[in-house]
């Protein structure tokens, strides 16, 4: 099925770096979402963004809507061990109610 | 607020049983349930959509007959795999969708599913 395409795949940083993850489609989102998932658990919801051009924080965290409506990324400022998992973006397609998902970016930190 | 629960956490069952995953959403009410089956190191796969107090859409390849879905109520939407088979052992994760705020969804805990 359609994905959204995400990258980097994976990461492998030091404490105390910035990290930056993109998603890009060849379809408009009206919507883009931002989760991140910890080894055996579902994905929890960081930040939501519904309008093009916004950009919206959550703690360390920073997301924006691209002006395109195809694209989105997603800043880890100051990363710490925690912050280690899978992060995905994901989509809902116009007109369905159903999400598509990036192929996720697997953050490892280095202490 | 928008809590997803999922019922069990882990389950490890016989080849030919059946076994029956719950999703409540704890505080909003949820018209439309998600479910999806996650391998290890990838994405999450949908596998169907389930609609309050109607039948639910599966996605193409996802045998209905095998995974059975009952959304009987705006907090509860079961996910029954029936006669499972080792090769149903998975991450089985399901998601709830608040229509007052929009798009977004909500995701349970996951249940792993282990079929001997």
């Known amino acids: 099925g359609q994905q959204l395409n995400q990258s980097p795949q994976s990461m492998f940083i030091q404490e105390g770096e910035d990290v930056s993850m993109n998603c890009t489609s060849s379809s408009i989102f009206n919507t883009w979402l931002w989760y991140k998932q910890d080894p055996g658990e579902g994905p929890v919801l960081l930040i939501a963004l519904y309008k093009a051009g916004e950009l919206t924080s959550n703690g360390r965290l920073t997301a924006q809507f691209g002006i395109t409506r195809k694209d989105s990324f997603l800043n880890i400022s100051a990363s710490i061990p925690s912050d280690v998992g899978i992060y995905f973006c994901a989509g809902p397609l116009l007109g369905a109610q159903k999400l598509v998902f990036g192929q996720g970016t697997r953050l490892t930190i280095n202490p | 607020g928008a809590v997803v629960s999922q019922h069990p956490s882990r389950v490890i069952c016989k080849s030919g049983t059946s076994v029956k995953i719950e999703c409540r959403s704890l505080d909003f009410q949820a018209t439309t349930m998600f479910w999806y089956r996650q391998f290890p190191k990838q994405s999450l796969m949908l596998m169907a959509t389930?609609?309050?107090?109607?039948?639910?859409?599966?996605e193409q390849g996802v045998e209905k007959d095998k995974f059975l879905i009952n959304h009987a109520s705006l907090t509860l939407s079961t996910l029954t795999v029936t006669s499972a088979h080792p090769e149903d052992s998975s991450f089985y994760i399901c998601?709830?969708?608040?229509?007052?705020?929009?798009?977004?969804?909500?995701f349970g805990p996951g249940t792993r599913l282990l079929v001997l």
């Open positions: 998601s709830a969708r608040d229509p007052s705020i929009g798009e977004t969804q909500y």
């Open positions: 389930s609609n309050e107090g109607s039948k639910a859409t599966y």
